[in-house]
């Protein structure tokens, strides 16, 4: 039998926007610190359940497990995971016990049972967050696409909400064409297709480009993976040292934001895969499966009525029958319109796109938690990953259980 969701109250004292695993961890945190905070918040994602998209995520791309080792994961505890899988080590994949995509996915299944949270998601589409000015006692209204709404003394923003990077000679197009013929990453759903016979052109360096690669040729694709330079191998998104003092505190002694986000770029250098996954790819490559086409990038693309006829920048054409666009994401606070009559209300300093947040990942004079990409500049280059999900709740939670902290006794102190 299906938990029946809360009914939308007029108000609440916290209002938490998605339902991943940055909404997950924050959650917990929160109830570790204050278990007198349940009942208290809502969550509100359009599916109505916890960690719903990055599981779909997973499954559409068929990853058989995560990237970051088994210490980072929603629960506060950071042994939590592996003492779930102590009859289940097999499930945990050198190097570094990194959790296999169902354990991982039980295990959150398992805290959110432990936590009692099942009935806290609010099936509903955040559209709009609305300020309510007030000399002491400011709020936030929350507009649902049903046209609900409901008035929030503090909001999290937790959807880690990323913008597909699309190329410049996809605009170009002339032709029209079927959808599924040319997609982003984000809309392929391996499970659904037979590949037979077909050619897959994939675009991008990083490891998603690497997961559909390998998922195409398991059914029966020739494929041609093109990357604007070198593949990259390496085990993590950013080196450790970024998930603690080695990197951090010279991070965060830095006070010139533009030179934080160098670090953040410099840190992150684009997409990669990992050392497994470079194997997997030199593999197919020597079967015949697989061709990599190193420092090249397409030009221009038009389609035939039945195939891709796609030149690159060295003068080189190919044909194939899919193009895939593994061309990554990226945060721009300027562009979300969640965030545009917040900002408008309390304006905040801008770069590269990134909200320069205060110490608890607040936006300025304003009750509106970031989490995610977003908060990279007060976070680090991990803001993005799970680690990253942890470091911003030690960022907010105080804010949040501490009364010297709000904003309401800030302003009337």
């Known amino acids: 039998m299906e938990n029946t969701p809360p009914s939308l109250p007029i108000k609440i004292d916290l209002a938490i926007i998605g339902a991943g695993p940055h909404a997950l961890t924050l959650v917990t945190h929160l109830l570790q610190k204050r278990q007198s905070m349940q009942g208290k918040f809502l969550v509100f994602d359009p599916s109505g359940k916890w960690m719903s998209r990055w599981n779909q995520q997973f499954a559409a791309l068929e990853i058989p497990h995560l990237r970051s080792p088994a210490v980072h994961h929603p629960d506060p505890n950071h042994f939590g995971l592996r003492k779930f899988a102590e009859n289940r080590s097999t499930e945990l994949h050198v190097p570094y016990d990194l959790p296999g995509t169902q354990l991982f996915a039980d295990f959150c299944q398992d805290v959110i049972q432990r936590f009692a ?4 998601v609010i099936p509903g589409l955040v559209t709009r967050i609305e300020p309510l000015p007030h000399p002491i006692h400011p709020r936030l209204r929350l507009w649902l696409q049903d046209g609900q709404s409901i008035i929030a003394r503090r909001v999290v923003s937790a959807t880690n909400s990323a913008k597909i990077q699309i190329p410049d000679w996809v605009n170009q197009i002339e032709s029209a064409y079927p959808e599924d013929r040319l997609c982003h990453s984000s809309s392929v759903d391996l499970r659904n297709l037979n590949l037979t016979g077909e050619k897959v052109l994939i675009v991008g360096g990083g490891l998603t480009s690497g997961h559909l690669a390998v998922g195409a040729i398991s059914r029966g694709a020739k494929v041609h993976l093109i990357m604007r330079r070198q593949m990259q191998e390496k085990l993590f998104d950013a080196e450790p040292g970024w998930l603690g003092p ?4 010279g991070f965060f002694a830095e006070q010139d934001y533009q030179k934080r986000f160098d670090m953040i770029v410099q840190a992150r250098n684009g997409g990669s895969m990992t050392l497994e996954m470079g194997m997997q790819l030199r593999r197919q490559a020597h079967s015949g499966n697989l061709k990599i086409e190193e420092n090249c990038q397409i030009v221009k693309a038009s389609f035939l009525g039945e195939n ?12 194939c029958s899919r193009i895939w666009l593994s061309t990554g994401t990226k945060f721009d606070a300027t562009s979300e319109a969640l965030l545009k009559e917040v900002f408008a209300a309390y304006p905040i300093k801008i770069v590269n796109n990134l909200p320069v947040l205060d110490e608890h990942l607040r936006v300025p004079a304003c009750e509106l938690f970031l989490m995610g990409g977003l908060a990279a500049l007060q976070v680090g280059p991990t803001a993005r990953n799970l680690s990253g999900a942890r470091m911003a709740s ?3 939670v105080p804010a949040i259980v501490k009364s010297s902290l709000a904003l309401s006794h800030l302003i009337s102190a």
């Open 117 to 120: 949270l099942q009935q806290q």
């Open 308 to 319: 891709w006829r796609v030149e690159c920048s060295d003068g080189s054409q190919d044909e």
């Open 246 to 249: 080695k990197y951090l505190k």
């Open 394 to 396: 030690e960022k907010i």
